[in-house]
Structures are given as structure tokens and as C-alpha cells.
């Protein structure tokens, strides 16, 4: 069996060993031994020789040990210190037996495992450095804007009610956006809790998807954007909580408006599957660049490196990204062709068990 290679081959070498030392010792004998006289001539050269095959022999079977146990031995245990050093990227590649075999196999699952987890441990920590940094910005601006307004009120340097009509506006504007912004946030940490409780009921997603694109059809038509629907007229029947499912299709339709111009047509699409249901926002607008696709639901990417005041917070797609985790569903991208398409897999039947009293 291949399991008791090693201890097979382990046996043998000792039994040729103490076959070798027999043979040595036989040779001794038939050079040292006066049948004549039946005594042993130990005479030097004889001694020699006899030494000498001796410590052949232990030398050919420490060089079989060393072969076939002490150097892979020595191979993982440096291996090991490399990688306790977080040298992750180590892998062994040794010539051995089953049993090393295994333990290289199982080593390298390990190394890749934890090499992995290092990168997306790296990516966690630029990702909440960034985030970190973004939300400093995006609060920071609002509320500079806020206290400059509101310092020339207080001075009294504006000189017009029509004029500070217009201050206290712009002061409301900025105070809206912050607490967008605040709302998205507080929202998104608790949806990126893995409990975090959902109230999931048998739904038409069908009836859903239109009344999220009639809600956006105006703001499409005052841009100049057209709007193409593919959405069976029949009932597409699922589990999801209606209110995070809304959420995440209208954001998808949000994105779609603010960073498309004119002239972009949208398409809003729903195909029913034996298993899921697929819902498709896609659109021929600027599209979104393969670099920016890595981090897109990422919170507060936005569609360019300036991150205009666009008015969206930058954590919409990641809102939509764990509504749908919480689902056991998916949201994806796809960017080929000219197009920016994004693809939500709602499952059919709810995979989340008990339906949770609620959520805010």
C-alpha cells in the first residue's frame, strides 16, 4: 500500500544493512579463519580491510537515510521558518516519498491559503485607509461649505434676502448631503453584519422592477436618456425583503443616471430561471474601465479618480453588494463590449431561514 511505502522502504534498507554487515563478516571469515588449524589470523591488512567495508557500509546506508528522511526533513523545517517570517509565497518542491508527498501537498495548499488571506488581508487595510480618507473629504467639504455660509449670515454680509435666501439653501443643500451620507454609512455597517436581520416574504419581482423604473423614468427623460424595458408580463414569483431588494435595484438605477449623459439608453431586463431570477441594468453610457471594475463595490469608489460632488455618496453599489449577500444572491459586473451591465441573481427560494421581524 501506498501509505507504508516509506516504512516498507525503511525495512528493507535496514535488512540490506544487516545483510552488508553479514557479508563483511563472512569475508572476515574466509580471510581470518585457519580451517587447517580452526583459528583466526588477525593479521593488520585484514583488520584493514574488514574496517574498511564496515565503514562502507555505514556510509552507504546514512547516505540512504539522508536521501530518503533528513534532507526533506530539513527541506520543510526551512520551509516552515521561512514562512513563520510571512515569507507566504514559499512552496515546497521535493522528490520523496508517499508520505512526504503528502506532507509537501498539504503544505502548499497551506502556503497558498495563507498567501491568499495576506492579500486580502492587504486589501482590507488600503480599502479602510481609503475609506477612511474618503469620508474625511466627503464630510469635510459639506460642512466647510456650511461654515462658510453660515460665517457670512452670522457677520452679516449678506446684503439681499434674495441673496440669503439662496445661502440658506445652499447651507440645507450641504446639511442633506451629510446626512445622505451619514444614512448610507450607519445603513451599510449594519448590513455588513452577517446576522443582521431581513424580512423576507414571497414577492412578484416582476411587479417590483416596474415600479422601480417608473420611479426613475422622469429623471431618465429630463436628461435626455431613453429607457428600453424586457420584463414578462407575467408574475416572476420570489423570496426577498422588499425594501433592501428596492433599495439595491433603485441604487443600480441611480448610478445609471448620474454618471451617464444624454442620448445613453438604459435597458432594465428580468429573465426567470429554473433556480433564480436575473435582473439586468445595463447601459451604453462612458462605461467603467477594467482598473475601476477590481474595487467598484468597494465603499466610496466612484466613476472617476476627481470624485466630483456628483451628489451620490460613493456607497450605493457597496449597499447593493451586501443586500444581495444577505439573499445568498449575487451582483456582478460586466464591462465588455461598450456596455456597463450589472447583474443581480436573486434565488428563488429564500436560503436565509426564518424570516427575521425586521430591519430599519
Same mark, same amino acid.
Given at each position: 500500500m501506498k501509505k507504508t511505502k516509506l516504512f516498507s522502504k525503511l525495512i528493507r534498507s535496514y535488512i540490506?544493512?544487516?545483510?552488508?554487515?553479514?557479508?563483511?563478516?563472512?569475508?572476515?571469515?574466509?580471510?581470518?579463519?585457519?580451517?587447517?588449524? !580452526?583459528?583466526? +589470523?588477525?593479521? #593488520? @591488512? %585484514?583488520?584493514?580491510l574488514v574496517l574498511g567495508l564496515f565503514?562502507?557500509?555505514?556510509?552507504?546506508? *546514512?547516505?540512504?537515510?539522508?536521501?530518503?528522511?533528513?534532507? @526533506? #526533513? +530539513?527541506?520543510?523545517?526551512?520551509?516552515?521558518?521561512?514562512? =513563520?517570517?510571512?515569507?507566504?509565497?514559499?512552496?515546497? *518542491?521535493? %522528490?520523496?516519498?508517499?508520505?512526504?508527498?503528502?506532507? !509537501?501537498?498539504?503544505f502548499n495548499e497551506m502556503a497558498e491559503s495563507l498567501e491568499q488571506a495576506e492579500r486580502e488581508n492587504r486589501r482590507l487595510q488600503d480599502s479602510k485607509?481609503?475609506?477612511?480618507?474618503?469620508? *474625511?473629504?466627503?464630510?469635510? %467639504? @459639506?460642512? %466647510?461649505t456650511i461654515q462658510g455660509y453660515a460665517k457670512a449670515l452670522q457677520l452679516g454680509l449678506v446684503d439681499s434676502e434674495e441673496k440669503k435666501e439662496r445661502y440658506l439653501q445652499l447651507i440645507y443643500n450641504k446639511a442633506t448631503v451629510v446626512t445622505a451620507l451619514i444614512d448610507d454609512l450607519f445603513r451599510l455597517s449594519k448590513l455588513e453584519r452577517p446576522d443582521h436581520p431581513i424580512s423576507v416574504e414571497r414577492g412578484?419581482?416582476? +411587479?417590483?422592477?416596474?415600479?422601480?423604473?417608473?420611479?426613475?423614468?422622469?429623471?431618465?427623460e429630463d436628461k435626455g436618456m431613453v429607457m428600453e424595458l424586457d420584463i414578462p408580463s407575467g408574475e416572476v414569483m420570489a423570496d426577498y425583503d422588499p425594501g433592501l431588494m428596492r433599495r439595491a435595484i433603485a441604487n443600480l438605477l441611480s448610478n445609471a443616471v448620474q454618471h451617464n449623459s444624454g442620448g445613453t439608453v438604459v435597458l432594465i431586463a428580468l429573465e426567470e430561471l429554473a433556480e433564480d431570477v436575473r435582473i439586468r441594468v445595463q447601459d451604453n453610457g462612458g462605461g467603467i474601465s477594467d482598473e475601476l471594475k477590481e474595487v467598484i463595490f468597494d465603499p466610496f469608489v466612484r466613476g472617476d479618480a476627481a470624485r466630483p460632488g456628483d451628489g451620490g455618496t460613493g #456607497?450605493?453599489?457597496?449597499?447593493?453588494?451586501?443586500?444581495?449577500?444577505?439573499?445568498?444572491?449575487?451582483?456582478?459586473?460586466?464591462?465588455?463590449? =461598450?456596455?456597463?451591465?450589472?447583474?443581480?441573481?436573486?434565488?428563488?427560494? *429564500?436560503?436565509?431561514?426564518? @424570516?427575521?421581524?425586521?430591519?430599519?
Open positions: 540490506y544493512f544487516a545483510l552488508t554487515l553479514g557479508l563483511v563478516v563472512v569475508v572476515f571469515l574466509m580471510i581470518a579463519l585457519d580451517i587447517n588449524t !580452526q583459528t583466526i +589470523e588477525l593479521r #593488520l @591488512p %585484514t583488520l584493514l565503514g562502507m557500509s555505514i556510509y552507504i546506508f *546514512s547516505q540512504l537515510m539522508v536521501k530518503r528522511i533528513t534532507r @526533506p #526533513l +530539513e527541506q520543510i523545517a526551512e520551509a516552515i521558518e521561512r514562512m =513563520g517570517k510571512g515569507e507566504y509565497k514559499e512552496r515546497l *518542491s521535493i %522528490t520523496a516519498d508517499y508520505e512526504f508527498s503528502v506532507i !509537501q501537498h498539504r485607509q481609503r475609506m477612511l480618507a474618503d469620508l *474625511s473629504h466627503d464630510l469635510k %467639504t @459639506p460642512v %466647510t412578484d419581482l416582476a +411587479e417590483l422592477l416596474r415600479e422601480i423604473a417608473a420611479d426613475y423614468y422622469d429623471a431618465m #456607497l450605493g453599489l457597496a449597499i447593493s453588494k451586501q443586500i444581495l449577500e444577505l439573499h445568498r444572491g449575487e451582483l456582478k459586473l460586466d464591462n465588455r463590449n =461598450g456596455l456597463t451591465v450589472f447583474e443581480l441573481v436573486v434565488c428563488k427560494k *429564500s436560503g436565509t431561514g426564518e @424570516p427575521a421581524a425586521g430591519h430599519e
